[in-house]
């Protein structure tokens, strides 16, 4: 176990969904399965790929977090994770078909975005990680795992979109980690940055919000 790790975060542990960062956590993997469900639904895929796509867009960002700052894989440690993702994805299918299943996953994809960019910011935080490398372990924990179910769906990625998405994680992940250098305790800056990433990104499904694009560009010959 790293040295650095802290105890006030990891004991419970993690793991434990009694504590609210494993709330978040347990809470993240089942709403990104979900979306990998529904984007297997989406392309009409069988149960077995429904239940792939959910379990590879549930722990694909906290895996590469894992990898990164040198913590055990989470759900390598506990088979509850994995579980989850299967439980929310036969959901999915149970429910059936609807034309309901694209905003759903576009919502579901928001809860994501503010609970796991807060979720992944904290546990590099417990690992002794800076809080600038916290913030983007954040980003990359909400945001990977849909990097790669729209990759495996044959979807525009969302690093492509110029909706706000990552922009959304961003925020939740430094607002918790501006919350904690405050020395606001787990719980208050959790509640706070969780829901402001998700009202980010509640905010551009509902008005449209999105980043000013890069005004330059190329002029074609024969324009001014």
């Not at 469900?37 to 429904?50: G, I, N, S, Y």
Request: charged letters at 10%; a neutral charge.
């Amino acid at each position: 176990m790293n040295a650095l790790v802290d105890p006030n975060i990891l004991s419970p542990a993690l793991a434990h969904p009694e504590t609210v960062l494993g709330a978040l956590d347990f809470a993240g993997v089942a709403v990104f399965a979900a979306t990998g469900a529904l984007a297997a639904a989406r392309e009409k895929h069988d149960l077995v790929t429904f239940a792939f796509f959910g379990a590879i867009t549930g722990v694909g960002g906290g895996t590469l977090r894992d990898l990164l700052i040198d913590a055990p894989v989470f759900w390598v440690q506990d088979w509850r994770y994995i579980a989850v993702c299967l439980a929310a994805a036969l959901a999915v299918w149970l429910v059936g078909a609807g034309a309901w299943r694209f905003r759903a996953l576009l919502w579901l994809d928001a809860i994501g975005l503010g609970a796991y960019g807060v979720l992944g910011a904290a546990k590099a935080e417990a690992f002794g990680v800076p809080p600038l490398i916290c913030i983007v372990m954040g980003a990359l924990t909400a945001c990977f795992g849909g990097i790669v179910r729209d990759i495996l769906a044959g979807q525009p990625s969302i690093l492509l979109r110029r909706e706000i998405t990552i922009s959304a994680a961003l925020l939740a992940a430094t607002l918790y980690v501006v919350a904690r250098q405050l020395g606001l305790d787990h719980w208050p800056a959790a509640l706070i940055a969780a829901p402001a990433g998700f009202g980010l990104r509640a905010g551009a499904l509902a008005w449209g919000w999105s980043l000013p694009a890069f005004p330059g560009g190329l002029v074609k010959k024969g324009t001014s």
